[in-house]
């Protein structure tokens, strides 16, 4: 019984090195490279997002509610967002073959102004360390994980936002 008490010590204190403190991620992690394809099927490498500004990479799918939530809250303040920061947002669906077809339809109908690419092998999600959705990620200019999430409840974005100003430089007007 000792040695089963102190494996689980071990073994608890070992994760912890790899856990993330409040949000933020402990060590600095790049983003990895992974070809996605966009929603009319043009393929996109998750390096070349483009980090003019801080973006903001939210892992969902069309059959979780928390995930339709988070996105859509931060849709009704993402112009907001945008002027005052200079954030992107891409939004990875990790729909398989069966339920990726619903993505397009969901998107157009909610308007959404995000770059929606679909990832149905799971190889970003598996390459970002995803088990569950919502999981959301902000990288910086130099294409750092600077802040991860994981899960949604209401207030949420507004935690989010707070970690985009703070890497987000002035806006010139």
Request: charged letters at 20%; hydrophobic letters at 40%.
């Amino acid at each position: 019984m000792k040695k089963l008490a102190l494996l689980i010590i071990l073994f608890a204190s070992s994760n912890l090195l790899n856990a993330q403190d409040d949000g933020h991620v402990l060590e600095v992690k790049k983003l990895p490279s992974v070809q996605l394809k966009n929603m009319d099927g043009k393929s996109v490498n998750t390096s070349a997002l483009g980090f003019e500004g801080p973006v903001v990479i939210s892992f969902w799918a069309t059959w979780c509610s928390p995930c339709k939530r988070e996105l859509n809250t931060i849709h009704d303040l993402y112009s907001a967002w945008q002027d005052s920061t200079g954030v992107s947002l891409v939004a990875v669906s990790i729909d398989d073959t069966k339920t990726s077809a619903q993505v397009p339809t969901y998107v157009n109908g909610k308007s959404w102004d995000y770059l929606v690419l679909m990832d149905p092998n799971g190889d970003f999600k598996r390459a970002m360390g995803v088990n569950n959705v919502p999981h959301t990620f902000l990288i910086d200019t130099d294409g750092n994980i600077v802040y991860s999430h994981n899960n949604y409840a209401p207030g949420d974005e507004e935690r989010l936002y707070e970690e985009i100003k703070k890497i987000a430089k002035p806006k010139a007007n």
